[in-house]
């Protein structure tokens, strides 16, 4: 017999809540500033293909299947993974995924509120008029004098991470709805009319080409670690995020339709953002490959060239700290709930030692851009090696054990409950992906890493 739960935190307020909620986490920096340098240090189409095919085929039933753990376990990730495998008679060590999580999101954060930083200095300098008639090399420049200056970097990251952790002391819902509901209709505006000034470049299709026109010849077992591990980054799947909204999920309301929602808006806003920066880049002799400071580097030119492009401009950049924000915080809700349940301090003191303690190890990340930029681990800078272990690694790994938990560990019965609303076709769909597909082209990927396929 199938049974249900309900959070001691409350439920979301309908659908509509948690839908924002979770595409607020998903949509983030993850598509409007990692996409595009990934896919241009990646050589475009073939990577671009990838990419999406592991949004179906890994991410979407990840994704899918923990928004059902959570609502099934209606705890923070740890307490809930160790519950349901007491529930399916397994090893209680399952809840060790939750701790990997907790971890994760916390590593995440640290160099996420750095680069948040970044756009934050950018509402300013648009403001300023920074960007106006300025070219390629005047907003090359504009940026590496950030890059070069830890002081600036450290005031930005630590505005931000003050103003993550006073939202998330104050409890996830509440405003995060509101400022949710404005937020992505706003952001898609302002990409679409980046889109259109693209048009205008005269690059447009050299652009397109890049983007979509695959070379499979330059694929190589890292780009599709790359783009794998951004699947589920992106989708802010692998560390129990999704996981703890979905424990405040009505049980009524059907995974499998939110689910392709959220994947769907999360991906046209990636691919509208690459195809509104690749034009510029064309068009302006850019480097594609430039690396972090893309985004940064390229959407000025088309502020400082477009008319009203300061006040696109600074809506722009406003925009894209508050969908940073919307994520930042489900990166480190995981750790704060459990601090919460398990370790007696109340909300407000659970945030304040996660926030500072992410807060010092962001302070690695600044230095990684200057003062210490010489300094390598396994030929990795600090951003480097932070960015490539969690998305790369902690990320899949963690997807892994939850697909394997849905699709293996869990009893078939219950997943099938949670999955109810959905027509049994998808149900199958899902289960088929879950248990074989997404585990397997996720060790396949990796094996092939490491050399051993
Ligand atoms: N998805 C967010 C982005 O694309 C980042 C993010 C938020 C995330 N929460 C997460 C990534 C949890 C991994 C896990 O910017």
Sequence with gaps: ?????????????????????????????????????????????AFVIVYLLCIL??????????????????QSPINTMSDLADEANADPKWHYVGWLGVISGFLILSYYSVVAGWGIAYVF?????????????????TFSDLMSSPLQQIFWHSIFML?????????????????????????????????????????????INFLFNPDFSKITGQAVLTAMGHAFFTLSLGIGAIMVYGSYLPNSIS??????????????????????????????????AAGPGLIFQTLPIAFGNMTGGWLFGILFFVLLVFAALSSS??????????????????????????????????????FSFNVWSDFKIFDRSIFDLLDYLTANLLLPIGGFCVA????????????????????????????FLVRYVSPAAVFLVFLNVVGVL
């Design 1 to 45: 017999m199938t049974q249900t739960k309900k959070s001691i935190h409350g439920e979301w307020s309908s659908r509509l809540a948690f839908i924002l909620a979770a595409t607020g986490s998903a949509v983030g920096l993850g598509n409007i500033w990692k996409f595009p340098y990934i896919a241009g240090e990646n050589g475009g189409g």
């Design 57 to 74: 085929l890994i991410g979407l039933p990840i994704m899918m299947a923990e928004t059902l753990i959570g609502r099934r376990g209606r």
């Design 125 to 141: 300098k648009a403001f300023l008029g920074s960007f106006s008639d300025a070219d390629g090399t005047a907003i090359k420049n």
């Design 163 to 207: 103003v993550t952790m006073l939202v998330v002391s104050r409890g996830v819902a509440g405003g995060l709805e509101k400022a949710v509901r404005f937020l992505m209709p706003g952001l898609f505006v302002i990409l679409m009319l980046l889109v259109a000034y693209a048009m205008t470049t005269g690059s447009y299709q050299q652009g």
């Design 255 to 288: 995974i499998t339709r939110t689910s392709i929602l959220i994947a769907g808006a999360d991906t046209a806003v990636a691919l509208l953002a690459g195809i509104a920066i690749f034009p510029i880049v064309f068009a302006n002799n850019l480097e594609v």
């Design 329 to 366: 915080i489900s990166l480190i809700e995981p750790a704060v709930a459990w601090l919460v349940e398990n370790k007696e301090v109340d909300r407000k003191k659970a945030c304040v030692w996660a926030g500072l303690a992410t807060w010092v190890v962001g302070l690695g990340t600044v």
């Design 404 to 431: 394997v938990f849905a699709g293996w560990i869990m009893r078939p019965e219950d997943s099938e409950h949670e999955l109810r609303s959905s027509k049994p076709i998808y149900y199958q769909v899902w289960w």
